[in-house]
């Protein structure tokens, strides 16, 4: 007998999967889409690089259902690595192990810096998180920038000569 969560169930997501095994007839159950092996079940990673801080969060493809979310943060212990390459390598590794517990091969990803008035290059960490997910047997899709930038906004900080050093 398969259970199916009812909520996810609405949006096509099977949250529990049955299946019979081929080889010993035993029934497998598991988190995901009930698919085959070798079809490729693609998730959406969106990831922002700031200055300070670098997050890993997974999500379907609609972006509702979030999977997994691990910052650069939570991998280490001074406030200084946060952003660093290796605590988003680290964070990359863990969003990895959860995305193929939940049965998700492929993802998209969405890149994101802090934008709008401040930084619109991504953080020290985009670049490293990237290359881990597809290191660690991910595979990619689609590469996107979403930085948001103003057509028109609010001033800058710094005076009208701008910072003076």
């Known amino acids: 007998m398969c259970i199916r969560d009812s909520i996810n169930a609405e949006y096509g997501v099977s949250v529990l999967y049955c299946r019979m095994s081929k080889n010993n007839n035993k029934q ?21 690089a700031s200055r300070n801080d670098t997050f890993v969060h ?41 995305c193929k517990e939940c049965g998700i091969t492929a993802l998209h990803i969405k890149l994101r810096a802090t934008g709008g008035v401040r930084s619109k290059t991504p953080g020290p960490g985009a670049q490293s998180a990237l290359r881990a997910l597809a290191r660690n047997g991910i595979k990619i899709g689609r590469i996107e920038d979403i930085t948001p930038t103003p057509t028109d906004s609010t001033r800058r900080k710094g005076s009208r000569r701008g910072r003076r050093l």
């Open 28 to 48: 497998v159950t598991g988190y995901g889409p009930n698919v085959d092996a070798e079809t490729l079940v693609y998730g959406v990673a969106h990831i922002y």
């Open 58 to 98: 997974i999500t379907d493809t609609s972006g509702r259902e979030t999977i997994c979310k691990v910052t650069g943060g939570m991998k280490v212990k001074a406030d200084r690595d946060e952003s660093s390459p290796y605590a988003a390598m680290l964070a990359a590794q863990d969003v990895v192990v959860r």
